[in-house]
């Protein structure tokens, strides 16, 4: 994604993007600037950022983690707040940054610092900016998966309902398992792979009991994973992330869906 700098007086936000959104879901970024700029933030895409170190973290390579960590409060401490639209990379800078620097005296206060101004997407519009003025309409039925980072690490669960109850013509129906892990887990997904793919296939099920049209989340990774057991298993419910609906940014393919296929021109 490219850099971005709007004008609006309200507090200078920088959008860690992620990278699921940068190389898979760009419209996931714009929406959710388009968001805070109507929440009245100014906003800003920092061009130094790149992966959380979640992907080393988990595979217990904390000193790479450590240096990832360390580009990453560099690039950002200098802003009012740090937004993600994802629990997974948010809870990573939130909870793991301060662990992992622990003993760096240079770095451990940093770390902390930026932590607390750390916030998910929809966390920060619903309880920081106090932000309603939701001006979209999805006329579809939805049901909505709670990822385990936002949940559990994020404390993120009424926020986008609460969000989406302001969007024309959206109805929510809540899945039994709703807060049930998807079965991704970043490297879990690859290491366990017959237990993801029994983890993701109950949740689908649970998906398809509620007849919603729409799955929606805050997490690219677990969306992702969702939408192609929906696609294998021949299913046609359409896979979202909350801030494209929020946004009213709905006209592009769902996730997993198909694509326009490039136009050539003639010779």
Not at 6 to 12: D, K, Y
Not at 23 to 36: D, E, Y
């Amino acid at each position: 994604m490219m850099s971005a700098d709007s004008p609006n007086p309200g507090p200078h936000i920088a959008l860690f993007v992620t990278c699921l959104v940068d190389l898979t879901r760009p419209s996931v970024g714009f929406a959710s600037i388009k968001l805070l700029e109507a929440a009245g933030c100014k906003v800003s895409v920092p061009d130094q950022q790149t992966c959380c170190g979640q992907p080393a973290y988990n595979s217990g390579d904390n000193p790479d983690t450590a240096d990832i960590a360390r580009q990453v409060i560099a690039a950002f401490e200098g802003y009012d707040y740090v937004v993600v639209p994802s629990g997974s990379c948010g809870g990573m800078i939130k909870h793991h940054y301060p662990d992992v620097l622990a003993e760096d005296t240079a770095w451990a206060s940093r770390a902390t610092a930026l932590a607390s101004r750390t916030y998910e997407l929809t966390s920060f519009l619903h309880d920081v900016l106090k932000f309603s003025e939701i001006e979209a309409a999805y006329p579809k039925s939805v049901t909505y998966h709670d990822s385990c980072s936002s949940l559990r690490e994020m404390a993120v669960k009424e926020q986008p309902r609460n969000l989406l109850s302001k969007v024309n013509g959206l109805t929510l129906t809540e899945g039994e398992e709703a807060e049930t892990c998807c079965g991704f887990g970043g490297l879990f997904c690859v290491k366990y792979p017959e237990i993801s793919e029994n983890m993701v296939d109950a949740k689908v099920d649970d998906i398809l009991a509620t007849e919603a049209n729409v799955v929606l989340g805050g997490d690219l990774g677990c969306l992702m994973n969702i939408s192609g057991r929906l696609t294998r298993r021949g299913k046609t419910v359409e896979v979202r992330h909350v801030a494209e609906v929020l946004a009213d940014m709905v006209d592009g393919a769902p996730i997993g869906g198909p694509t326009a296929s490039p136009r050539r021109e003639k010779a």
